[in-house]
């Protein structure tokens, strides 16, 4: 069966830096988009960051110029690096894999990807 698997999440101090990991297996995810999204307690989930072959990479304007979305087609995994963390930043981080890649999405939308880990804790105390 395909299971993403997230580590990597935690307890950190505002300004505080964390590195996501995302382990897919099962079937390959190197020729597709794979994101991060992530839902707080209350809130609607919400999408953090995209990576691509030919769409590049994507973020949320909340985490832009302090997340970088990277990959390992090899290691069929996606890492998220997490910098000047802030207590808005607080929620269960996923990620996420399609084998439906293309050019006519952003895949900045949950309903776009149709494979997802359980999700890895992130809380960033003030």
């Known amino acids: 069966q395909v299971q993403l698997i997230e580590s990597g999440g935690g307890l950190v101090q505002a300004g505080g830096s964390l590195t996501l990991s995302c382990v897919a297996s099962?079937?390959?995810?190197?020729?597709?988009?794979m994101g991060w999204f992530r839902q707080a307690p209350g809130k609607e989930r919400e999408f953090v960051a995209m990576i691509d072959g030919l769409l590049g990479t994507r973020y949320a304007d909340s985490v832009r110029a302090r997340f970088a979305i990277s990959r390992d087609k090899g290691k069929n995994s996606v890492y998220l690096q997490m910098n000047s963390l802030q207590p808005g930043d607080t929620a269960v981080y996923s990620c996420?894999?399609?084998?439906?890649?293309?050019?006519?999405?952003?895949?900045?939308?949950?309903?776009?990807?149709?494979?997802w880990g359980q999700g890895t804790q992130v809380t960033v105390s003030s």
């Open positions: 099962g079937r390959s995810f190197s020729s597709g988009p």
């Open positions: 996420a894999a399609t084998t439906r890649g293309g050019v006519f999405a952003q895949y900045t939308n949950a309903r776009q990807y149709d494979y």
